[in-house]
């Protein structure tokens, strides 16, 4: 099986990797990959251009992008659209909305184009060595591209969800739990920093992260960054977010869903790059105002 991968950053390369090491073929292209890198990944096939690399595989064709969501996928999924031909499959990995994932999907079906949304987790280490896909798209067609998601994917780690939109949006709830899950960890640890005991935060982590019942990849993660610095002093508590935790909260609220974690982890990103403080300024304002409370000046 050969297929072509548009977007070869650490995830569309690493996913890359994995296939070859499953003689998967890979033809690949991305403008802004240096001649470095082409040396030192030559079992991937590079070619110039989005033609090129379409016209280097045979039908149908299975074009895999692996792009920033937004505009970018927007620009390589409209290029695509002009240049593939009935029949031919096109996988989007990214973290697309689920709600513009449907009106591509009917755009590509117009043109009896298959269209596959692949919500992809695991991170870098998973795209390498065996990542978790959520897949939605046509049933039909869908046993031609499986091979390669049994391939590549970690044990149990692949499902195909349903219809066009099934995968991007599954995709986006598991973020949101994401966010809550990391903000939980996050909030227990700075309570164990607080107290008055002298706490080795990577034991913590790493006693944390075997056997107890919230063991995972969260934890791991976390285990890793305190031995890479054990009271985290060379970084900034300001967070940012893939916009996946709002698109969650937008359509728990067009759901009537309560989901009231998830949106207090989203709005704690927001507060940590909030550098004015004015809220709590007006706080502070109303406290003195009427009861004298003591403000502190700048």
């Not at 046509?138 to 031609?144: A, G, N, Q, R, S």
């Not at 403080?277 to 105002?289: C, P, T, Y």
Request: aromatic letters at 10%; one cysteine or more.
């Amino acid at each position: 099986m050969k297929i072509g991968m548009i977007g070869l950053g650490k995830m569309g390369l690493n996913l890359s990797l994995n296939m070859l090491d499953h003689d998967i073929e890979v033809n690949g292209y991305d403008p802004y990959i240096s001649d470095e890198k082409k040396e030192t990944y030559n079992k991937i096939t590079f070619k110039e251009s989005i033609k090129d690399l379409i016209n280097s595989l045979e039908k149908p064709r299975i074009i895999w992008v692996m792009v920033p969501s937004g505009d970018i996928t927007e620009s390589v999924l409209t290029n695509l659209s002009k240049l593939l031909s009935k029949d031919d499959i096109v996988i989007e990995g990214g973290n697309s909305n689920f709600n513009v994932t449907l009106k591509r999907a009917k755009r590509f079906k117009q043109q009896q184009i298959y269209y596959y949304d692949v919500g992809t987790s695991g991170g870098v280490y998973g795209a390498r060595n065996g990542a978790c896909f959520m897949i939605g798209g046509d049933k039909e067609m869908f046993p031609t591209i499986e091979p390669i998601f049994e391939a590549i994917a970690t044990k149990d780690g692949y499902a195909y969800l349903g219809n066009s939109g099934a995968g991007h949006f599954v995709k986006m709830i598991h973020n949101g739990i994401e966010y809550g899950m990391m903000q939980a960890i996050g909030e227990g640890f700075a309570v164990l920093e607080a107290s008055d005991f002298d706490l080795d935060f990577d034991k913590v982590s790493k006693v944390w992260a075997n056997g107890s019942i919230i063991e995972g990849l969260l934890m791991r993660v976390t285990e890793a960054a305190f031995k890479k610095d054990p009271k985290l002093e060379s970084i900034e508590g300001i967070i940012d977010d893939s916009g996946e935790g709002k698109w969650t909260i937008e359509e728990a609220l067009n759901l009537e869903v309560g989901i009231p974690v998830i949106s207090t982890a989203l709005f704690t990103r927001y507060k940590s790059r909030d550098k004015s403080l004015f809220g709590e300024k007006i706080v502070a304002a109303m406290r003195n105002e009427f009861g004298g409370h003591k403000v502190y000046k700048k």
